[in-house]
């Protein structure tokens, strides 16, 4: 990559690209989906495809004001908005906004759209929500001290944050053989840069080590109180290792 390339840039339209491909992660939910919300039967993804344990949230998302950080696409903070929480939704892509925003006026829901980098909150103030939910997406952001910071700083005390992300591992792999041939060929140190499809328009993606995701974490301030892993992945990397790992951590009360 070149000297001066601009991931957030690139990875803005690189994800707008993806919404008008049909990525799976940037389809809408349905209205049928928003109402059985409304009438509390809910569940949302944060890495793969399995649920989020309820006991992970508030007992009532009745007024919690909660940020979707990254959580474009018109699927997860929908959602929570039917559910009752108050929802402010945090991307760097413009066209994943609007797949919200789309539900939200199909549906009558109240949701706040921003479009910005994940490392950068400044817009909103200190203790602004109770609750940040950030699904699979930080491997996009090519550093993460300054997210979790962020995330830290404007939650309340006693708030927490969800966060998924990917296994660091599985960036071992040589990817052309991977994606194209289904072989595993060790070829990669961690942390790696993932770019090989940069000149294609894709998403580049960074690693990101174990001590920056669960150690970054803990520098910032949070207490992790629960960890999760998956490995539903279609990918032959998700056959013999969790794919996906998520934490709930809180910032402790003052």
């Known amino acids: ?45 944060l ?39 108050n929802v402010t939704i945090f991307d760097n ?32 103030s200190d203790s602004s929500f109770d609750l940040v939910f950030h699904p699979v ?19 309340r005390p006693g708030g927490s944050l969800l966060a998924g992300f990917l296994n660091p591992d599985v960036f071992i792999f040589d990817f052309e053989a ?3 041939r289904g072989e595993l060929i060790v070829a990669n140190t961690i942390p790696v840069t993932y770019s090989v499809g940069v000149a294609k328009g894709e998403p580049v993606e960074y690693s990101h080590t174990m001590t920056e995701q669960i150690g970054g974490q803990l520098e910032a301030g949070f207490v992790i109180t629960h960890f999760a892993e998956a490995r539903d992945h279609p990918s032959p990397t998700g ?3 969790p794919y996906y790992y998520a934490t709930r951590a809180i910032k402790p009360l003052d």
């Open 1 to 45: 990559m070149a000297p001066d390339f601009d991931p957030v840039a690139h990875n803005r339209d690189a994800w707008d690209k993806l919404v008008a491909d049909g990525n799976e992660w940037t389809q809408p939910v349905s209205s049928e989906v928003i109402e059985r919300a409304r009438q509390g039967e809910w569940s949302v993804v």
């Open 47 to 85: 890495v793969g495809y399995n649920p989020v344990p309820k006991e992970w949230f508030p007992a009532d998302l009745g007024d919690v004001d909660l940020l979707a950080l990254a959580s474009g696409g018109g699927q997860q903070a929908p959602v929570l908005a039917a559910a009752g929480a």
């Open 93 to 124: 892509s413009p066209a994943q906004l609007a797949q919200d925003r789309a539900v939200a006026n199909r549906d009558g829901l109240d949701l706040r759209t921003d479009q910005g980098d994940m490392r950068d909150l400044s817009r909103y």
């Open 137 to 155: 997406s930080n491997l996009f952001c090519p550093e993460l001290r300054p997210v979790w910071h962020e995330c830290h700083r404007v939650l």
């Open 178 to 180: 991977e994606n194209e």
């Open 239 to 241: 056959k013999y290792m």
